[in-house]
């Protein structure tokens, strides 16, 4: 679908450079010199202006967004006044006729209600007044009007009622762009919930009983790993912001896996391997912890001996590349590829299947976790994470910059 709304977006340029020429051609002729032909300047200054008015509506048609974009979106058409509407109200006025809000809303009823554009005279009484015909394209996502945009113009003009409606388009793609950056994060929040309702309640009853063991026996160790309890579960189920730091996600690990080692003693051993300049690499929220805890499961609970787990995070250039192994029981790949397409195991592979999701959904298909794995020959999981990707900063939530 996003590749159908860049395509329309691209289409529609075109049309909106025309239209911007011939609506400017006579207020700044002098600007075009030496900067190539008319129309050639035309599509610069249009790519320009849209680009500058994208940005505040891709967070839906608010107040806020619409007088943000408002002044943008009329030197794109050229008009000396446009507005945009939600279907209850004015949302912003930009440019001269103010007076008339009231006759819009009237007149607004029937593109409300149809979807339809309408174009007709406006009355007024201020002779000075240039603002003498409406033209009103609605604005609407999968066949729900969202609202109107409304160009004004001194007469009747066949080039403004097709401009608008291009206009008018190319808003309708932003709003539905905001809904799917909507969508999106509401899906990635659902994960992180049922990630956090997956953190193992066997687990947390096995962490306290550890403690508990050790009270009577050593006190002050006993207080270490309550601390540590309290410092994973509250990072686990924090409430600020979808993404962390790789730091921070360490040091929850950190926490983690001294649990862990409380439990099974020196049948555990963990190397780590850091390269310092990725710790400030931001990646999603809870996204390294499951494939320890996994590597965890299938390292040790399931073989009677020692085990081992590596940690590694390298710089990459662009990328970030943690690499997480154990040496325990592996896998059949058929039922790893089962687990990944979001078949629930029996074994417990929702960790997997949620990381390799929310990796791809944030960074795309190809940063999708990397697993190598077989029965008896452990499980080798590579996640390559950018450095830099537009919307993804620690302790926010998800955004398209």
Request: hydrophobic residues 45%.
């Amino acid at each position: 679908m996003s590749g159908f709304l860049a395509g329309l977006c691209v289409a529609v340029l075109p049309l909106l450079a025309a239209g911007f020429w011939l609506g400017r051609r006579t207020a700044r002729p002098e600007s075009l010199r030496g900067l190539g032909t008319p129309v050639e300047h035309a599509t610069f200054e249009t790519l320009h202006t849209a680009s500058l008015a994208a940005p505040p509506l891709r967070a839906g048609l608010t107040e806020e967004t619409a007088r943000k974009s408002a002044r943008r979106l009329r030197t794109l058409l050229g008009t000396d006044a446009l507005c945009l509407t939600d279907q209850k109200t004015v949302l912003v006025w930009d440019g001269i006729g103010g007076h008339h809000r009231a006759e819009i809303m009237e007149r607004l009823a029937g593109p409300l209600e149809t979807g339809r554009g309408e174009a007709f005279p406006l009355t007024c009484d201020h002779l000075d007044c240039t603002v003498r015909w409406a033209v009103v394209a609605p604005l609407t996502v999968d066949d729900r009007i969202h609202g109107t945009l409304v160009a004004f113009g001194p007469h009747e003009s066949a080039v403004l009622v097709r401009a608008a409606g291009e206009v008018a388009r190319w808003i309708s793609v932003q709003l539905e762009l905001a809904d799917l950056d909507r969508s999106r994060t509401r899906l990635i929040e659902a994960e992180i919930k049922a990630l956090r309702a997956q953190i193992s309640p066997h687990f947390i009853f096995n962490s306290l009983a550890v403690i508990a063991s050790f009270v009577r026996t050593d006190p002050e160790r006993a207080r270490e790993l309550l601390l540590e309890f309290a410092d994973f579960t509250r990072y686990s189920f924090r409430r600020h912001g979808d993404f962390t730091t790789l730091a921070d996600e360490l040091h929850a690990i950190d926490h983690y896996l001294a649990l862990v080692r409380a439990r099974f003693g020196d049948r555990l051993s963990v190397t780590l391997q850091i390269a310092p300049e990725v710790l400030p690499v931001a990646l999603p929220f809870l996204c390294l912890q499951p494939l320890v805890e996994n590597a965890v499961k299938h390292g040790l609970e399931g073989k009677g001996d020692k085990a081992h787990i590596s940690i590694t995070a390298q710089d990459a250039g662009a990328e970030a590349l943690v690499v997480i192994e154990d040496d325990g029981t592996g896998m059949d790949p058929a039922v790893l590829r089962r687990i990944l397409a979001g078949e629930v195991s029996p074994s417990g592979g929702i960790g997997l299947s949620n990381v390799d999701d929310r990796l791809r959904q944030v960074y795309g298909d190809d940063h999708g976790l990397v697993i190598e794995t077989a029965v008896g020959a452990g499980m080798k999981i590579t996640a390559r994470l950018p450095k830099y990707q537009p919307g993804v900063h620690s302790g926010g939530r998800l955004s398209r910059e």
